[in-house]
Structures are given as C-alpha cells and as structure tokens.
C-alpha cells in the first residue's frame, strides 16, 4: 500500500514533490527581495509578491503565513547561506591566520556578489515575531559554536588568544560588517574589495597570541 500519490508507504512527501516545494519557496523568497529592495517592506504587499513570484496567494499563505512572516524568513534564510559558506570556506584552512583571514575574504566576496541580500540583512527593518527571534538567536549562537570548536585547536596551541567564546565572531568580523554596512548604504565610496586585506590584518591582529 503506497498511500496518496504525494507520500510513500511510510506517510512522508516523495522526493520531487519536497523539491518542487522547496523551489516555490525560494522563488517567493527571491521574488520578495526583489520587492522589498524596490518598495521596502512596508510598500510591500502580498499580491506584489505573489505576482512576481507567479505563485498562488493560498501557497504563499500557506507556506509563510503573512508577508511579515515572508520577511522573516528570508532574512532567516540569507543569516544561515552566509554562515554556511563561511564555515565551508574556513574549514579547508591549515592554520589561524589563514582562517581568520578567510572569515574576512569570504563576507567581503558574498556580500559583493549578493549587494541586495547583503542591504536586506543590514537593513534592521524586519520585525521578527517572538518565534523567528528564537530561531535567529539558534542560528548564531550554532554559528559561534561552530567557528569556535574550528579555531579551538588554534587557540590551544597558542597561536590565537584565549577569550571569551562570544569575542571571537565580533572581533574578526565585526569591523569588516561594519564598513560593509556603510558601504551598500553609500557612505563609502570604496568597495570592500579594496580594503579586505587591511581588514583582514587587523583582524587576526586582534586575536592573535
């Protein structure tokens, strides 16, 4: 017996049909950073969405609840693709001072190549329900977890300083978040590109033994 045409014998969603979900989602979530980056999230409404995205407002409805809870998701979703390329790209490193230097390479390169995600997860606009703030406070704090068990061996070899776990993502990346952020909103007028190897100096200086 193989249940409904949508799920196997043991209840769960056959595989194309998690993908096809899965690809109408991330074309809501595309279509609604096109709108909020055109519009803002409050000129914003469900039906511009759901007319760029090509999706049906019951889908929509079903899949994020509200535009607000769209908006969250996609700053959900841009938190953990940054995190997750960064900790690719840090764990083929051989050493601290390359690793710190990775860490700064890496959030210059995406957030060149990702200008609009990059302004949407600077932006401070969404206003996350108590739920989506639970999720974004696992997402760092899995983050700063993971950054900290990789640098771990570094730090007992003595080649980074012992400091507090939650120092490490501020001080390496805090400074390079920071011009960015004043970059996309135009106060700079030299991309990161230019600077990543200062930034990059100064923070393994920081934390370095």
């Known amino acids: 017996m193989t249940g409904s045409n949508n799920q196997t014998s043991t209840g769960r969603a056959r595989p194309g049909r998690t993908a096809a979900t899965q690809a109408r989602k991330e074309s809501v979530l595309e279509a609604a950073l096109e709108c909020f980056a055109e519009l803002g999230i409050e000129g914003t409404t469900i039906h511009d969405i759901q007319r760029r995205s090509n999706c049906s407002i019951g889908s929509l409805y079903h899949h994020f609840g509200s535009k607000e809870g769209i908006a969250e998701e996609l700053f959900l979703d841009g938190i953990g693709r940054l995190n997750r ?3 690719r790209k840090i764990k ?102 230019k600077v990543k190897a200062l930034f990059a100096d100064a923070a393994w200086n920081a934390v370095k033994s």
């Open 85 to 87: 390329g960064m900790l």
């Open 92 to 193: 083929v490193c051989s050493n601290a001072e390359q690793s710190v230097h990775a860490v700064v390479g890496y959030y210059v390169e995406w957030t060149t190549r990702n200008q609009p995600m990059a302004r949407y997860l600077h932006s401070r606009d969404v206003d996350f329900s108590p739920q989506a703030r639970q999720r974004l406070k696992r997402i760092h704090r899995d983050y700063i977890t993971a950054v900290f068990t990789f640098f771990a061996p570094f730090v007992e070899r003595g080649e980074m300083r012992v400091l507090p776990l939650d120092t490490y993502v501020p001080l390496i990346s805090g400074p390079i978040q920071e011009y960015v952020r004043r970059w996309l909103s135009g106060h700079h007028p030299n991309g990161p590109r």
